[in-house]
């Protein structure tokens, strides 16, 4: 796990977005932990969520011109990632889009930059790669190229429910259906590793074989 994985995983503990306990995901599933990136609700834990987001994605070496915020979370997440970039030396436009378009003013859905070049999209984690979809097809409706999709997590599990579960995750299947890369700040392996390095944390230590337990069910080979 690099440096700057380990401090993001400790950085989630630390704000309580990331979470043990016993929590039931979208999919249905009993899991051991839950990232929740709307807590990331106050102006220091947002610029530093955003300076992990801006760093990661310059050390990808992906070639970008642009950012992009799904409604809703990724809107705050794409702006504070320009400014983290801007604060790197690294000036670039953003766009984000609203649910419904507006039929005054300036209209449509589209609002910021307008969409050129290579688009990266940023949201907060992949869970059925809907945002993303509908994300894609704006994106190239504009005559842009969508580059890459980034993200805070990757939960490394896979797709579908008991009994029908798919060999690849939601991260895997969307990389392969837009022939673009997923970028995660950190994933699931990263997060066992910070649980195993605990230490005298007892606290996080607890949930050391149930998380394990749940990656050897869901989690993607």
Do not use: W
């Not at 890459?148 to 797709?159: C, G, H, N, P, T």
């Amino acid at each position: 796990m690099s440096q700057l994985r380990q401090e993001f995983i400790a950085f989630s503990v630390s704000t309580g977005v990331l979470r043990f306990g016993d929590f039931v995901t979208k999919a249905g599933r009993n899991s051991p932990y839950f990232f929740n990136a709307g807590l990331f609700n106050e102006g220091a834990t947002l610029g530093k969520l955003a300076d992990f987001y801006a760093q990661t994605l310059i050390d990808s070496g992906v070639e970008f011109d642009m950012l992009f915020g799904p409604a809703y979370k990724g809107i705050t997440l794409a702006a504070a990632t320009s400014v983290a970039l801007a604060n790197k030396g690294r000036n670039v436009p953003f766009a984000y889009n609203r649910k419904e378009a507006k039929d005054h003013g300036e209209g449509g859905t589209i609002v910021g930059a307008t969409l050129q070049g290579r688009v990266v999209i940023i949201d907060d984690v992949i869970s059925a790669g809907t945002s993303v979809r509908e994300s894609v097809e704006m994106i190239r409706a504009a005559g842009a190229t969508p580059c890459a999709v980034l993200i805070a997590l990757d939960r490394m599990e896979r797709s579908g429910k008991d009994g029908a579960l798919s060999e690849h995750s939601a991260v895997q299947e969307v990389a392969n259906a837009y022939g673009m890369p997923v970028i995660s700040i950190g994933n699931l392996a990263d997060l066992l590793e910070y649980i195993s390095q605990a230490g005298a944390n007892q606290d996080l230590a607890q949930y050391k074989d149930a998380v394990a337990a749940y990656r050897s069910r869901y989690g993607i080979v």
